[in-house]
């Protein structure tokens, strides 16, 4: 049903991943600035929860290609830190896409925390820890290896790369990657 080269392309060299042995690994590279990002959020996280094969360890991957997906990258690490990232992951796309706030400096990053009970204090020590950090430096190492230059992009175990638009729509998206999977 899916074609090397109309459906998805083939990662040359394919690429180590982190998932579990006996699993395989199914990334979203993402940036909460992107409209088709904020578009396929809800069928992303239902087909995470709910519809993946159970062998299937899914992640997001920020975007890291200028300051401000860098600073996107920081503010999803630092809701992960903090432990609110399932809270407020739909909530930074609807802030910045319904409520036109572009979260693109700290104090707004801030006060888009305060309101999920995160002082300002405890904000700053979870964007600067050495966790953030880390997954930064990792986040744009993966980047970097996947040749991130568009979102939304999916990665499967390292191997195989695809899109809405090469799938074909998002059911069959979510059917490609089950198949990609499989293999």
Same mark, same amino acid.
Not at 14 to 42: K, L, M, N, R
Not at 92 to 104: A, K, S
């Given at each position: 049903?899916?074609?090397?080269?109309?459906?998805?392309?083939?990662? *040359?060299?394919?690429?180590?991943?982190?998932?579990?042995?006996?699993?395989?690994?199914?990334?979203?590279?993402?940036?909460?600035?992107?409209?088709?990002?904020?578009?396929?959020?809800?069928?992303?996280?239902?087909?995470?929860?709910?519809?993946?094969?159970?062998?299937?360890?899914?992640?997001?991957?920020?975007?890291?290609?200028?300051?401000?997906?860098?600073?996107?990258?920081?503010?999803?690490?630092?809701?992960?830190?903090?432990?609110?990232?399932?809270?407020?992951?739909?909530?930074?796309?609807?802030?910045?896409? *319904?409520?036109?706030?572009?979260?693109?400096?700290?104090?707004?990053?801030?006060?888009?925390?305060?309101?999920?009970? *995160?002082?300002?204090?405890?904000?700053?020590?979870?964007?600067?820890?050495?966790?953030?950090?880390?997954?930064?430096?990792?986040?744009?190492?993966?980047?970097?290896?996947?040749?991130?230059?568009?979102?939304? *992009?999916?990665?499967?175990?390292?191997?195989?790369?695809?899109?809405?638009?090469?799938?074909?729509?998002?059911?069959?998206?979510?059917?490609?990657?089950?198949?990609?999977?499989?293999?």
């Amino acid at each position: 049903r899916f074609r090397e080269g109309r459906h998805y392309r083939r990662i *040359v060299p394919a690429q180590p991943t982190s998932a579990a042995p006996g699993a395989v690994e199914v990334i979203e590279a993402f940036w909460y600035g992107c409209g088709h990002c904020f578009a396929i959020d809800p069928a992303v996280d239902s087909w995470s929860r709910n519809g993946k094969p159970e062998y299937v360890q899914f992640m997001r991957l920020p975007a890291m290609w200028n300051e401000t997906t860098r600073m996107h990258a920081r503010l999803y690490y630092t809701a992960e830190e903090l432990g609110k990232l399932d809270e407020v992951h739909s909530q930074i796309f609807r802030e910045i896409h *319904v409520n036109n706030n572009p979260l693109n400096t700290m104090d707004a990053m801030i006060a888009f925390f305060q309101r999920h009970g *995160v002082s300002e204090q405890e904000f700053r020590k979870a964007s600067s820890s050495f966790g953030v950090e880390t997954k930064l430096q990792r986040a744009d190492l993966l980047n970097r290896r996947y040749r991130i230059e568009s979102v939304p *992009v999916f990665l499967v175990n390292g191997k195989y790369r695809t899109g809405l638009g090469e799938a074909g729509g998002e059911s069959e998206l979510f059917a490609l990657l089950g198949e990609l999977a499989a293999h």
